[in-house]
């Protein structure tokens, strides 16, 4: 008879802590559900999301997309998009035709990729038919159309005032600079603001500006690459790391970063620097997997067992993370505080003092060459005073705002703003509290994804590239109900943004804009309970592995059942 749930997931540190080395592989892949070949149906949906993604460049390549943002001088779509929409009609559609079409379009992918990860989850998908799909449909979107966002205007601005015109982006704004080819086309919200990215990004923004200075387009497509190669990394790196501690979800992470509608369309589609954050995450969990759960690894109770080189590489990519995207610093409080508390009361000094080394090591190599003293520190904060498209908080604020402002007045409306505020952020705080006390550093995985999931949720400012940060860990939850909160959440965010502007049909932009506000954001209100209650009642929040001390009484019981 096959394992149970709970014997299915046995960790491969519980292994090791009892001695059971010589057949640890061969134990663990036996105890993962069997791979069979991919069914029938699971092929049709991965044809589907293929020829899907197809369409969505071909409907980006038509004249009037409601896909594509405004370009800058001198930049067209590509060729072979623009051929193949009027190789199939698609230029004899209007903007209206084009929007509904490409609704539907994404409507399909997110049908697909449900129904292919139900399959994946029954172990009816092999992980390398996964991969060519997931490397042709990177592959579309790169070679596509930039479409849904002009996120890569403004980092291309920053980096070029950097790298080309010698400015600090922490210190002046685009608008300084008027004669740049991007400047005229970045979102007016932002054309005024100082740069609200990493320093890390900054400089990645300036190596392309300078190595592709005279060509717009072709900075455009270096800014795609990158988000491309990054998503594909991240999709390897999180499979290789659930094959050392869950087999069974492998498959899994492939579908849920790299075949994902909201990570392929938005993240890639729009090169946005999200990709690179899920990159640096998912190599932390490559190494850290690998150093707590390899044949032999140690407890990591000590100093020297704590001061391994893979995991200070850990908390070095983690901090490398937060220096593309500040509000991921959560994934490095995360880990800091597992680490030290496993370290123990002797160890603690030594362990922190090191791992607190390579921040600042990290940080200030990175952080010196842009460095402006307070003005540094005021532009990244910069993002959290901002509020909209499908977050939660947004939501209330605005309603909280509305009430108090017909009661009491205008000064009434502002204070019931920080009020909503106030208390979005103390339930975060408070939910992350449940988990850092409950969280293991043998699955830490489970702690880093359930706590960037609360993160996304409980942002005043939520946008559909930043499931990247989350997506990348998901098949590492052990709660199935916050694995699919996760998915929900995504698939939520896929279907936001269509049409990219309001130019062309200020009618459909408006309803789009007034269902992401008020369908999405009232659920996102919702998921964000869900996942606070189950934080707070999960009494073991150890993730998949089962405690040293049942592991025998496991393995008899599943010696009986054989």
Known sequence: MRPDKHEMHIGRAQLVDCGDTKNLRATVLAMAPRTESASASARWALLTLVVGCLLIQLVAGAPASPLVPALPSGVRVPGWSARGARSIGLDRLGHTGLTILALALVLTLVGAFLFLNLETRRGRVRVAPLLVAAGICVALSVAGPLILSRDVYSYAAYGRMFAVHQANPYALPPSAFPKDPFTPVLSPEWIHTRSVYGPLFILVSAGLGRLFRASPAATILAFKVLSGAALAGAALLAMLACRRIRPDRAAMAVVLIALNPVLIVHAVGGGHSDALVALLLAGALWFATWALHRPGAAAVSTARAALQPSLLAVTGLLTMATLVKLPVAVALLVWLWVLLRRAGSTAWPTVGAAHAGVVVAVGAAVTAPLWVGWRTLRSLGTLAAVEGW???????????????????????????????????????????????????????????????????????????????????????LSDDVLLWVGVGVSLLLAMTGIPAEPGGDPGLWRDMVLGVHYVIAPVIVVLLAVVVVRIYGDGDSDGPAIATSRLPKARANASRRS
């Open 390 to 476: 499908a977050s939660g908080l947004r939501l209330v604020s605005r309603g909280a705002q509305a009430l108090a402002r017909a009661v009491s007045g205008p000064s009434a409306a502002t204070t019931a703003d920080h009020v909503v505020r106030g208390v979005f952020y103390a339930i975060f705080a408070v939910a992350l509290w449940w988990l850092l006390r409950r969280a293991r550093l043998e699955t830490i995985g489970h702690a880093w994804a359930a706590s960037l999931l609360l993160l996304a949720l409980a942002l005043p400012y939520l946008l559909p590239w930043y499931a990247a940060w989350f997506l990348v860990l998901l098949a590492l």
